[in-house]
């Protein structure tokens, strides 16, 4: 009898199997890169489309304002003939995002820190989800908390401050509620918080394993290991997140217009109420504002615009100065 055995087809000839498969992921690449191209520059479409509706709105009202628009101290866009200027809300948006800054900034690196390399990896994680879902937290449930809550209870650290540095009338306090720039700079410090500290946090913990470990055989102290290795390190990352956290404080509309009493006078002292800010404006006013109005608030977002676009543009520029955040 006869036994045959089975058998398999032989191999593929050769260069198929690779030239079908090189096939495929060269039009897979291509489809890709394509696609990334294309959303690339649809962003930039985007952004050179809002840019020019901007201007040509605020061209419109520029042109027929009667007051210098960077120096009046008067938002009249709605009379005859109109008059109209940004100072009281370039001073109130900087101030106030200043403040915010002072405040933050040493905190969050603070906290950052504490979570890096100091607390325990039980308390570490449930803090870093925490610090993560606040800076979820809708801004408009911000400015109630502050309007219900912190304005009530700044009473006493308002009275203090004009006690001890009063004299120096930045800090004079002629009682009254507490809606000033100082609260807002306040306000928005507890809202940046969470993203300077998110980022900073990332940052430290890219920080040479083997530049700490060689530090503390040689004798370093903890804090001395931070300071020689963790924060040079991290010094552009934390940069880049204090100036992505200005561009929030800087752009915040909903918290401030619920806490601010607005009005067009800039005071000798931060904690006189009073003030404004060009998201503020434009939230309180695009309403009842005629056609010029509504193009002299697109004016003061357009500065708005720009102003943030150069904050998010420097934090791009000491980003790429690092090249272990390019890649």
């Not at 800010?277 to 504002?289: D, L, M, P």
Request: glycine share 10%; no cysteine.
């Amino acid at each position: 009898m006869e036994i045959t055995s089975a058998t398999t087809d032989g191999p593929p000839p050769p260069g198929t199997t690779t030239t079908r498969v090189k096939s495929a992921s060269r039009a897979g690449d291509r489809i890709f890169l394509g696609l990334s191209r294309g959303s690339g520059i649809l962003l930039l479409v985007i952004m050179a489309a809002i840019a020019a509706f901007l201007a040509v709105r605020a061209t419109s009202a520029l042109s027929k304002n009667e007051g210098d628009f960077f120096t009046t101290f008067e938002w009249a866009a709605n009379s005859t003939p109109p008059k109209f200027g940004i100072a009281v809300l370039a001073f109130g948006t900087i101030v106030s995002s200043v403040i915010a800054m002072l405040i933050a900034v040493p905190v969050a690196i603070g906290i950052a820190l504490f979570i890096s390399h100091y607390a325990p990896r039980k308390l570490a994680a449930p803090l870093s989800y925490v610090i993560d879902l606040l800076a979820a937290v809708p801004s408009i449930v911000y400015g109630l908390w502050g309007a219900l809550f912190l304005v009530p209870h700044l009473g006493g650290l308002y009275s203090w401050l004009n006690d001890y540095f009063g004299w120096t009338g930045i800090f004079e306090y002629h009682d009254g509620a507490a809606r000033s720039l100082f609260t807002i700079g306040i306000l928005l410090a507890i809202m940046i918080l969470p993203i300077v500290t998110s980022v900073s946090r990332e940052v430290f913990l890219q920080a040479p394993k083997m530049h700490e470990e060689a530090a503390l055989a040689l004798g370093a102290t903890r804090w001395e290991v931070i300071r020689m290795s963790v924060l040079p390190f991290g010094r552009s990352g934390v940069i880049s997140a204090s100036m992505l956290g200005l561009g929030r404080a800087l752009g915040e509309t909903m918290a401030v217009a619920t806490v601010l009493s607005p009005s067009f006078t800039i005071g000798k002292s931060l904690l006189d109420p009073g003030g404004g800010t060009f998201a503020q404006n434009i939230a309180s006013s695009f309403k009842e504002s005629g056609e010029i109005g509504k193009d002299a608030l697109i004016a003061s977002g357009l500065v708005l615009f720009v102003l943030t676009l150069l904050v998010n543009g420097a934090a791009r520029l000491i980003i790429a100065r690092r090249k272990e955040y390019t890649a």
